[in-house]
């Protein structure tokens, strides 16, 4: 069974500086998804960032870059100039891709809670 | 173009009783899943819809079922509600149901069993 590993349940960063928040998983799986949701306290989760496992081409959007790192199955996330607005829960998922269908699910990190301080 | 829509977003349940929560996918969206969420266990896949199939189904007990609308519509039924099903529910859909696509959630509905 696939896994992923969150190890810093809370992280704390001045506004406008950078931040990494880390990521593991664990899966025999070749072609996969990851991804980076962000939970506000209003508890909706929004897509922040996706990783084809196929692409070596790290994905950014705008100041949220990812760091793929296949053979180490390591995925962090890498949040330039920090705004008040980014503080929430982040969390790392996986998604295998297979053929025909059968999608298994997002398998969820526990989550990290970030904070940014004025 | 409308969100995800999930109701109810509250509700207070006895234990021993049944409930059944709904959710409206994107338009457009073929593809429905279905995750709980508590402060114990995290984010758990609970199930996927997929053209009123379901295609896959997480580490839930029967209580828990689900089913898909031809419009595509899904609810969830949880039955003789225990204290621990007190959660987070929240429904997810995506395009035609490919693995990668982007996935979209709902506000989700909060479940307290008393």
């Known amino acids: 069974a696939q896994t992923v590993t969150q190890s810093q349940p809370e992280m704390s960063v001045q506004e406008a500086e950078t931040v990494t928040l880390s990521c593991t998983y664990d899966?025999?799986?070749?072609?996969?998804?990851l991804f980076w949701y962000k939970q506000p306290p209003s508890r909706q989760m929004i897509l922040v960032i996706r990783?084809?496992?196929?692409?070596?081409q790290n994905a950014t959007e705008n100041r949220f870059s990812v760091n793929f790192q296949k053979a180490a199955k390591s995925f962090s996330l890498k949040i330039s100039d920090s705004q008040l607005g980014d503080a929430a829960m982040y969390f790392c998922?996986?998604?295998?891709?297979?053929?025909?269908?059968?999608?298994?699910?997002?398998?969820f990190g526990k989550g990290t809670h970030l904070i940014i301080q004025p | 173009k409308a969100g995800v829509t999930q109701t109810p977003r509250y509700l207070i349940k006895t234990r021993g009783q049944q409930v059944t929560l709904s959710c409206s996918p994107i338009?457009?969206?073929?593809?429905v899943s279905w995750y709980q969420q508590t402060p114990g266990q995290g984010l758990q896949f609970l199930f996927e819809?997929?053209?009123?199939?379901?295609?896959n189904k997480g580490n839930f007990p029967g209580r828990f079922s689900g089913r898909q609308f031809s419009n595509s519509r899904s609810e969830m039924n949880v039955s003789t509600l225990e204290l621990g099903d007190s959660a987070l529910y929240l429904c997810?859909?995506?395009?035609?149901?490919?693995?990668?696509?982007?996935?979209?959630f709902g506000e989700g509905s909060w479940l307290t069993v008393v």
């Open positions: 899966t025999s799986e070749s072609d996969y998804y």
């Open positions: 338009s457009g969206h073929r593809s």
């Open positions: 998922a996986y998604r295998t891709r297979g053929s025909g269908g059968g999608a298994d699910g997002l398998t």
């Open positions: 997810a859909s995506s395009f035609e149901g490919a693995r990668g696509n982007t996935i979209y």
């Open positions: 819809y997929f053209s009123e199939t379901q295609r």
């Open positions: 990783q084809e496992a196929y692409k070596q």
